[in-house]
């Protein structure tokens, strides 16, 4: 089946890997439907008139288990500018008003205010279901410019003509667009045909050396801490980052306070069970997660107790592409630039992509040539490549050993990252200040 010819319309198709149940054609039919944070970014940017815009979500019935995320100034002003804060305020978004390191001891070895003053927006926390359902309800919604994305789920695509802008379902069904967008995720099955004849293998994800546990946490369930508030409070809006021994534990609040997320992210060769699964959920051990952080206070470890689940999986990304880019079709997000959470900047490169897609294709105002979309995507491409491939190696650089296996001395200092990261403000400012695609990566 292929999108209903209209001479007239600019049609964009976002292919992706989607959290969801089963629904129709254009049609959602249950309630906790959820698209991936790139597809429904892309559609909420790149709405307009004479648009339209459909996207192919994987369908997956899954639980979400510790899934936190945060927006950095640099993606929370893009997210502001769009003037969607309606559909995402049922999820109380909270504002990070500090990030602080913190020793095993519970010493606060360093503090970086989050300024909004500063960087133009705040950092803004998330739990992942009501990110995605805010941005779900934005790109399906009748009251934003242009006609709502339709959402076609169960739609596993197995293929990609890159130049005719054609990609076909596992059932052989078709969809045709002028504009392709990649936001499949780390297995892409679009950054294989855009690679295809470019690179001798396809690009695949790389284990990384450190594996992460995930973590949700109901405050009101928490218990008393023999701490002080100082040292540890729920209700403080801040994100705190215990390191010691060669692991650490990030955490931080959501939902208003009513919950709390931890990350705990070890070394694959010190770990204690098998994290060698790349499942999103596969379920971890509580007595092997204690095993591991033993030498870690007390009160970090009841807090672990507390969780009704655990998740555990090996970390991964993949090395700088290429290209993102062939014919009619762009990767953006995790097909493009899989990066690890080290910098909290993967949903939020994702948001920039969007960005820049919907700066370069603003003045698009009808059906684009095949040539004029091959221009546009490679400015696009330009624009986002050193930023994002930088970042990527950012958030490597930061996962090696910030303390040492046997000692508590931290010598990590993400100030040297937080001015690079968050003074960001958009792909045509970037370009007007740094000019296409820098070398800095060469």
Not at 30 to 54: F, K, M, W
Not at 101 to 128: F, S, W
Not at 250 to 260: C, K, Q, S, T, Y
Request: proline letters at 5%.
């Amino acid at each position: 089946m292929a999108i209903d010819a209209q001479a007239n319309i600019f049609k964009i198709v976002i292919v992706g890997g989607g959290i969801g149940g089963l629904a129709a054609v254009g049609h959602i039919v249950q309630d906790d439907t959820l698209l991936c944070i790139t597809n429904s970014a892309q559609a909420v940017a790149l709405r307009g008139p004479q648009r339209e815009i459909v996207i192919l979500e994987k369908s997956r019935m899954q639980r979400e288990v510790g899934a936190l995320l945060s927006l950095q100034p640099n993606s929370q002003k893009i997210v502001s500018r769009w003037n969607i804060d309606s559909f995402l305020a049922p999820g109380k978004p909270m504002d990070d008003k500090e990030f602080r390191i913190m020793d095993t001891t519970g010493q606060i070895r360093m503090r970086m205010p989050l300024e909004k003053e500063k960087y133009g927006a705040n950092r803004v926390c998330y739990h992942r279901q009501d990110l995605h359902a805010g941005l779900k309800a934005a790109a399906t919604s009748d009251s934003l410019p242009g006609p709502p994305a339709k959402v076609v789920t169960a739609s596993k695509v197995t293929s990609c003509d890159c130049e005719a802008g054609v990609v076909t379902l596992e059932d052989g069904t078709t969809y045709e667009g002028d504009l392709i967008i990649g936001a499949d995720g780390i297995h892409s099955v679009i950054r294989d045909a855009v690679l295809k004849g470019i690179t001798p293998e396809p690009a695949q994800p790389k284990p990384t050396g450190i594996s992460a546990y995930r973590l949700l946490l109901n405050t009101a369930d928490l218990p008393p801490l023999p701490v002080s508030a100082e040292v540890f409070d729920h209700q403080r809006a801040c994100t705190t980052l215990m390191m010691g021994y060669d692991k650490r534990v990030i955490m931080g609040p959501a939902r208003g306070g009513e919950v709390l997320g931890m990350v705990c992210i070890v070394p694959d060769d010190n770990m204690n069970e098998d994290s060698s699964n790349n499942s999103w959920t596969t379920p971890g051990s509580l007595d092997m997660l204690l095993e591991t952080y033993s030498e870690f206070p007390e009160w970090i470890r009841e807090l672990f107790k507390h969780a009704p689940d655990i998740a555990l999986w090996q970390l991964r990304d993949i090395d700088t592409l290429p290209t993102w880019t062939k014919g009619r079709t762009i990767l953006i997000g995790d097909a493009a630039h899989a990066m690890l959470p080290t910098q909290g900047q993967g949903a939020g490169q994702s948001v920039e992509d969007a960005e820049a897609l919907q700066a370069f294709f603003a003045d698009i105002k009808s059906k684009p040539s095949a040539t004029e979309v091959h221009e546009r995507l490679s400015e696009v491409f330009e624009a986002r490549y050193e930023r994002a491939s930088l970042i990527q190696a950012y958030s490597r650089q930061q996962a090696a050993n910030a303390t040492d296996k046997g000692s508590t001395t931290i010598k990590l200092n993400p100030a040297e990252f937080m001015d690079y990261n968050c003074n960001y403000d958009g792909a045509l400012e970037w370009v007007r200040m740094h000019g296409q695609k820098g070398r800095l990566l060469e």
